[in-house]
């Protein structure tokens, strides 16, 4: 069973008696929403790393996009040079989260704003967490609402990703749905790519496979695989692409979380299930 405590920027999901919550979301106002920690199923290991030193701007998972209308939401002004393009996050967590059964649910809504504080866009995460006992199916329908129109440019990576805690002594591997393994996957597209690692505080090796749903624009999407196993499935790596004023563009996704690592089958049998 899972229950789910709030307030105005964070809410956590635990399971009913547990003082730990196995996922969090975090919502502060002015700053970019992000889940961390995501927790091993049946552990107290978080599958998630906040803001790594190789990469500080990265926030477990999360949404980030490097040129919309030439304007950055990735690197949060952290680098002093791209700082002035960069643009803000305004974020609030929509209604109240719930929890039945195995089950929980929740929405942030985020406004993104041109350096000069115009609304550029509406951003809503509406998630759904499924607890299985040996696995999590974490689900999103991320939407992008334009406030005025808008031009997502061609980009190696953007949209949303998960940062793991890689480290080079224990290292990791990638495989996708094609069967590429390791830097055969970047750039390339895939229904699915699935991460496994070693994580601290658990014994063995964990896996996230993230999914791209069939309606998804450039299904199957290209990916973003980067040196420290960070993913994205990314429609910027494909060409530039257009929402007008007024309109909205929509994408699902599912992370399926283990804490040890499944077969190809497993996984390409929770995409079908996932995909109709």
């Not at 919502?27 to 552990?43: E, F, K, L, Q």
């Amino acid at each position: 069973m899972l229950e789910v405590t709030s307030d105005a920027g964070w809410a956590g999901i635990f399971h009913t008696g547990s003082p730990t919550p196995i996922v969090v979301q975090n919502a502060s106002p002015d700053t970019r929403p992000y889940i961390h920690p995501i927790v091993v199923p049946g552990g107290t290991a978080a599958i998630t790393e906040d803001a790594p030193g190789h990469h500080p701007w990265q926030h477990g998972l999360y949404v980030g996009l490097n040129d919309v209308n030439g304007i950055g939401f990735w690197l949060e002004g952290l680098r002093p040079a791209a700082a002035p393009t960069d643009g803000t996050f305004h974020p609030r967590l929509r209604d109240t989260p719930k929890a039945e059964g195995n089950r929980a649910w929740w929405s942030v809504a985020t406004e993104y704003r041109h350096p000069d504080g115009s609304p550029m866009m509406r951003e809503t995460q509406d998630w759904l967490l499924t607890d299985h006992g040996d696995r999590y199916d974490l689900d999103v329908v991320l939407t992008f609402h334009a406030e005025v129109a808008l031009t997502f440019g061609e980009y190696p990576y953007g949209g949303l990703f998960l940062r793991m805690p890689y480290r080079k002594e224990t290292g990791g591997h990638v495989v996708n749905s094609e069967g590429l393994e390791g830097p055969e996957t970047e750039q390339q597209r895939a229904r699915w790519v699935a991460v496994r690692m070693e994580v601290p505080g658990h014994t063995g090796e964990t896996q996230v496979a993230m999914m791209d749903h069939p309606g998804n624009l450039e299904h199957p999407v290209p990916w973003r695989v980067d040196n420290e196993l960070g993913v994205a499935p990314s429609a910027c790596v494909a060409g530039a692409w257009s929402v007008e004023a007024g309109s909205s563009r929509a994408f699902r996704h599912r992370l399926a979380v283990f804490a040890a690592p499944v077969d190809t089958t497993t996984i390409d049998e929770i995409w079908t299930a996932f995909a109709r």
